[in-house]
């Protein structure tokens, strides 16, 4: 969550004089910045980074930038006028362009390096120079720190143009992956998650790259054309974007004393990621290693219950690295990620994913990514033997908070008291075998059906008219009235509004957004706005009209299509 300061009144903000009167430049004031890199930011080609926090990079604009959207919701908390997202000064700082934004904002950018740790284990190789020194920020180029109602909020360009992170690449993203980006994250807010947040969105009216992607109607695995499409700039916004992967690079360096500031790194940034994600919870005043023994139990709870809200919504990160993993305990890049239709525990957007980041093997994922964020902070107790310990001990027990925090979810999904394990159990077989929906089916239950019919709204098989060897029919019947003997003791209206409030009854399904994005490049934008407005309300019961096209089942000709049902990191 933001970090707290004290309460000011900061009046509306109007004209980006405003907003830069509350600039703040914490990071690249109290860290250090690479000894190598350029002051005026001109460091765009690969190279190995060696020391430092962070690079100076100056963003590449993109050409002729339109207004496509700004997170309504997101301006409304920050106290912006919705008239600034379209005002030039302001396009033009959030294009990417910040050569005339004002006093004292800085007309200099900055991008981060990070390690990489896939389930755990330690890799190198994804560095174009094989020793991690390669990897970081490849087109994510944060442009501003300010303070806000006394909170502090870091605003970072994606697809800003190549930075020495970019390995090669031309650092831009396209507007179908920004637009995707732009409202899941509004919408993973509107859903009660921690988030990354939107704070606008401007495509190029005249620069255009060329990607991998899908035919239309191809049901490849891989993509199967190259497809040229518009470039865009999404701005997304946190009170930080340190990863875990960040703390192991400089964590890895500390422990093979790769230079002689490598320790002296590490804690610096440790602190700062206390300061800026953790302050209020753990007291600044104690000794470095209390505070690290601290942050380590504080990460631990907001990632289990981070991991434990995703699965009570239906979304899959699908590529859940260390490097995609924030260690202030949010959601953060929303790259293959997906939001399931059909109910299935191996459930994964990503064609490069693999089971182990499927839907729910995410605890484990976490687990994994919760290991190598201890891994990281090691070094800084190694002359505080009880810390290590406590450390120890704190990894340990991840499996039983993880475990206690997916039951909490699961009884609160199913509005009963206390995890019922058969209950649970037989629900799970019934759902895979029937197959459901799995927000369509949660939200009827909402509804404390008398029995089955409400529920079959969410059947992709129709029971009535098929062979039912699993007797599957009467099992559904018998599950309800279990589930009914168990809720029973509570008043159903009463019963029904707290399941309301835990089971969405709209999720941005892939298969709403392609159009969306499809839309988007011709220039029409109609359609992206309207499912902004839609998604940011997900639990609430809306038109007749909304409830027809966006409250419903995935058509079954769309399983299987690439882009749709399933998709390569392209983008």
């Known amino acids: 969550m933001p970090k707290r300061m004290p309460r000011d009144t900061t009046p509306m903000i109007t004209n980006l004089n405003d907003l830069a009167a509350l600039a703040d430049y914490s990071l690249v004031e109290t860290l250090n910045c690479d000894p190598e890199g350029k002051a005026n930011g001109d460091d765009h080609a690969p190279r190995q980074?060696?020391?430092?926090?962070?690079?100076?990079?100056?963003?590449?604009?993109?050409?002729?930038?339109?207004?496509?959207?700004?997170?309504?919701?997101?301006?409304?908390?920050?106290?912006?006028?919705?008239?600034?997202?379209?005002?030039?000064?302001?396009?033009?700082?959030?294009?990417?362009?910040?050569?005339?934004?004002?006093?004292?904002?800085?007309?200099?950018?900055?991008?981060?390096?990070?390690?990489?740790?896939?389930?755990?284990?330690?890799?190198?190789?994804?560095?174009?120079?094989?020793?991690?020194?390669?990897?970081?920020?490849?087109?994510?180029i944060s442009v501003l720190e300010a303070v806000i109602n006394g909170q502090r909020w870091e605003m970072q360009l994606k697809g800003g143009g190549r930075t020495p992170y970019c390995r090669g690449a031309d650092g831009r993203a396209v507007l179908r992956s920004s637009v995707r980006e732009f409202l899941a994250q509004e919408h993973m807010h509107a859903l009660g998650v921690p988030t990354s947040r939107s704070l606008s969105l401007y495509v190029s009216k005249t620069e255009k790259v060329r990607r991998p992607w899908y035919s239309e109607g191809s049901g490849s695995i891989d993509p199967d054309v190259l497809v040229s499409e518009p470039v865009a700039i999404s701005t997304r916004v946190a009170p930080s974007f340190i990863r875990v992967g960040q703390l192991e690079l400089f964590g890895r360096r500390a422990r093979k004393n790769e230079h002689p500031k490598a320790m002296e790194e590490l804690e610096k940034i440790v602190l700062h990621l206390i300061d800026r994600e953790y302050d209020g919870l753990i007291d600044q005043t104690l000794p470095t290693a209390e505070m690290v023994v601290l942050l380590a139990r504080e990460f631990r709870s907001r990632l289990t219950s981070l991991v434990a809200n995703w699965i009570r919504v239906g979304y899959c990160q699908g590529n859940f690295n260390s490097d995609n993993c924030a260690a202030g305990g949010f959601t953060l890049d929303y790259g293959p990620f997906g939001f399931i239709d059909l109910f299935n525990p191996q459930y994964q957007p990503w064609t490069g994913g693999g089971q182990h980041f499927s839907f729910l093997n995410q605890p484990a994922a976490a687990e994994r990514n919760f290991h190598s964020f201890c891994t990281a902070l090691r070094p800084l107790l190694e002359a505080h033997p009880d810390g290590l310990r406590q450390l120890d001990d704190l990894e340990g027990g991840f499996p039983q908070v993880m475990q206690a925090q997916m039951e909490k979810m699961w009884a609160a999904k199913l509005g009963l008291e206390a995890f019922d394990e058969d209950l649970f159990r037989e629900l799970a077989t019934l759902m895979v075998h029937t197959p459901v929906d799995y927000t369509v089916f949660f939200r009827e239950l909402s509804s404390v059906p008398d029995d089955i019919e409400p529920l079959r709204k969410s059947f992709y098989r129709n029971l009535t008219d098929a062979a039912d060897p699993?007797?599957?029919?009467?099992?559904?019947?018998?599950?309800?009235?279990?589930?009914?003997?168990?809720?029973?003791?509570?008043?159903?209206?009463?019963?029904?509004?707290?399941?309301?409030?835990?089971?969405?009854?709209?999720?941005?399904?892939?298969?709403?957004?392609?159009?969306?994005?499809?839309?988007?490049?011709?220039?029409?934008?109609?359609?992206l706005r309207e499912l902004q407005g839609i998604m940011t309300q997900p639990y609430a019961e809306q038109s007749n009209d909304v409830e027809s096209k966006y409250y419903r089942l995935k058509p079954l000709e769309l399983f299987r299509v690439g882009g749709t049902s399933h998709y390569s990191c392209s983008s």
């Not at 430092?52 to 006028?81: D, M, Q």
């Not at 409030?501 to 934008?525: D, H, I, M």
């Open 470 to 527: 699993e007797g599957l029919e009467q099992r559904w019947s018998a599950w309800l009235a279990n589930w009914r003997s168990l809720t029973g003791s509570v008043d159903r209206e009463v019963l029904s509004r707290r399941m309301k409030l835990v089971n969405p009854k709209y999720s941005l399904r892939e298969w709403f957004v392609v159009p969306s994005y499809q839309q988007a490049a011709e220039g029409n934008y109609e359609l």
């Open 49 to 140: 980074v060696f020391s430092g926090h962070y690079v100076l990079v100056s963003p590449t604009p993109i050409g002729n930038p339109e207004y496509v959207a700004h997170g309504k919701s997101l301006f409304r908390e920050l106290g912006i006028a919705d008239t600034l997202a379209q005002s030039e000064d302001f396009v033009r700082m959030f294009s990417g362009d910040l050569t005339q934004v004002p006093e004292p904002m800085r007309n200099v950018g900055w991008a981060c390096g990070y390690a990489l740790s896939i389930y755990g284990t330690e890799f190198y190789q994804q560095c174009p120079f094989q020793t991690g020194n390669g990897y970081g920020d490849g087109r994510a």
